[in-house]
C-alpha cells in the first residue's frame, strides 16, 4: 500500500526566510509522481509542483522547489523568501497510476513578519 | 478560465436528514473527483469518474453514500442518512486528458457539519 508522512504537525518562519517542509512516502510502484498542494483558510488546494519518479532534476517552479531523494524516498518542498501569505496547510502527495492521489496529514505553516 | 464550482460552501444539518453536494468541473475536463477531508487530515478519495462512469468507487460507503454524473459533465454526491461521523469538508476536483493530465484542479469544498 502507498502511504505519505509528513512528521512536521506545524511549522513556523521568518518572514522572507527559507523552509523546509518534509514528506517521506512509500510506494512498491516503479513508476508514480509527487505532489505539494497548499491549502489556505478558504479552503482551496492550490497545486504547487510536482516531481516524476523518473525525472533526475529536482523540480521547481517560482520560490517553490522540490528536494527529490529517491533512495531515502523523500521529497521534500522548500519555500525561498517566505511571504506572509505563504501561511497555509501544505499535503504532500503520491500519483498512483494515472489519477489516484494518495494525500499525507499536512503541515501547518505559519510565517511571521 | 473559470475553476471547479461547488455548492453550497456550508451545510449543517441534524444527523439521519439527507444533504446532496454539488459540483460542476473546469470546462472540458473529463475526470471529476470527489473527495472527503477530516478534520486535519489529508483529503481521501471517494470517488472519481471518467465522463459518466465511475471507475473508482472503492472507498465510497455505498450504503448510505451515492453519486452520479450525468451527461459527464456536472456531478452530485449524496449522504442519505448522515451521520455525525460524516462532518467533514467534501471536495470535488478535475483533470483534463491532454497536456497537464496528472494535475488535479480542486474546488473550494463544501464544509458539512453534522449535529
Known amino acids: 500500500a502507498q502511504k505519505i508522512t509528513q512528521t512536521q504537525p506545524g511549522m513556523f518562519v521568518q518572514e522572507k526566510e527559507a523552509v523546509t517542509l518534509d514528506c517521506t512516502y512509500d510506494?512498491?510502484?516503479?513508476?508514480?509522481?509527487l505532489f505539494w498542494y497548499k491549502q489556505p483558510s478558504s479552503g482551496e488546494m492550490i497545486f504547487l509542483i510536482y516531481?516524476?519518479?523518473?525525472?533526475?532534476q529536482n523540480a521547481t517552479e517560482g520560490r517553490y522547489s522540490l528536494n527529490f531523494q529517491k533512495a531515502r524516498k523523500s521529497a521534500n518542498l522548500v519555500i525561498s523568501a517566505s511571504q506572509l501569505g505563504d501561511s497555509a496547510m501544505y499535503f504532500c502527495?503520491?500519483?498512483?497510476?494515472?489519477?489516484?492521489?494518495?494525500f499525507g496529514a499536512g503541515t501547518r505553516l505559519a510565517v511571521h513578519p | 478560465e473559470a475553476g471547479v464550482v461547488q455548492s453550497p460552501r456550508y451545510k449543517i444539518i441534524e444527523k439521519k436528514q439527507p444533504v446532496a453536494f454539488w459540483c460542476n468541473p473546469i470546462?472540458?475536463?473529463?475526470?471529476l473527483y470527489w473527495y472527503r477531508q477530516n478534520l486535519g487530515q489529508g483529503p481521501e478519495l471517494l470517488i472519481r469518474?471518467?465522463?459518466?462512469?465511475?471507475?473508482?468507487d472503492s472507498q465510497l460507503p455505498k450504503d448510505r453514500f451515492s453519486a452520479e454524473r450525468l451527461k459527464g459533465v456536472d456531478s452530485t454526491l449524496k449522504i442519505q442518512p448522515a451521520e455525525l461521523g460524516d462532518s467533514a469538508v467534501y471536495l470535488c476536483?478535475?483533470?483534463?486528458?491532454?497536456?497537464?493530465?496528472?494535475?488535479?484542479?480542486f474546488g473550494p469544498g463544501t464544509r458539512l457539519t453534522v449535529t
Open positions: 516531481q516524476g519518479s523518473y525525472d533526475e
Open positions: 470546462s472540458g475536463h473529463n475526470t
Open positions: 469518474y471518467e465522463n459518466e462512469e465511475a471507475v473508482d
Open positions: 476536483a478535475s483533470s483534463g486528458t491532454s497536456g497537464d493530465t496528472y494535475e488535479q484542479y
Open positions: 510506494t512498491s510502484d516503479q513508476s508514480y509522481g
Open positions: 502527495a503520491i500519483l498512483r497510476g494515472y489519477n489516484k492521489l494518495i
